[in-house]
């Protein structure tokens, strides 16, 4: 005959404090990946003074329009268990808003070049895969 004990832990402040840390893991990783996502996007333009076609995201001018690519951040919200991508208007103004929604802007319109929405929609695929890697590094 085969026996076999074991004991239980119960320790519910380490299962929350893997979770806390599970969340915040997962959030930085998805921040940083759409952000490098979307810098990966944008092309440099063919010849001078070219725009990116509608629908696509917008060109990279050099050396003028390099704004646009450090403006791009995120910011993950522990308490709130959040992630916050986009453009930041001090250093770009409002030329994120304006390439990726569109609008007009003193009499000239802007099509909609958007950036930051397909990226979003591209990484909801690897979204199984990273819950996965990150959980097996935290729930050890």
Same mark, same amino acid.
């Given at each position: 005959?085969i026996?076999?004990?074991?004991?239980?832990?119960?320790?519910?402040?380490?299962?929350? /404090?893997?979770?806390?840390?599970?969340?915040?893991?997962?959030?930085?990783?998805?921040?940083?990946?759409?952000?490098?996502?979307?810098?990966?996007?944008?092309q440099?333009?063919p010849?001078?003074h070219? /725009?990116s076609?509608?629908g696509?995201p $917008?060109?990279?001018?050099?050396?003028?329009?390099?704004?646009?690519r450090?403006?791009?951040?995120?910011?993950v919200?522990?308490?709130?268990?959040s992630?916050?991508?986009?453009?930041?208007?001090?250093?770009?103004?409002?030329?994120g808003?304006?390439?990726e929604?569109?609008?007009?802007? /003193?009499? /000239?319109?802007? $099509?909609?070049?958007?950036?930051m929405? $397909?990226?979003?929609?591209?990484?909801?695929?690897?979204? $199984?895969?990273?819950?996965?890697?990150?959980?097996n590094?935290?729930y050890?």
């Open positions: 005959m026996r076999y004990n074991f004991r239980f832990k119960n320790e519910p402040d380490r299962l929350l /404090h893997a979770n806390e840390q599970f969340v915040s893991k997962f959030l930085g990783y998805a921040g940083g990946t759409i952000r490098k996502m979307t810098l990966a996007s944008f440099r333009e010849q001078k070219i /725009h076609p509608k696509q $917008p060109f990279a001018h050099k050396p003028k329009g390099q704004f646009l450090p403006a791009i951040l995120y910011a919200n522990k308490l709130e268990k992630v916050i991508i986009g453009t930041v208007y001090s250093v770009a103004k409002f030329w808003k304006k390439h929604h569109g609008g007009l802007d /003193h009499g /000239h319109t802007y $099509p909609k070049r958007p950036f929405s $397909p990226q979003l929609r591209r990484f909801r695929h690897m979204i $199984p895969s990273a819950i996965e890697r990150i959980g590094e935290v050890r």
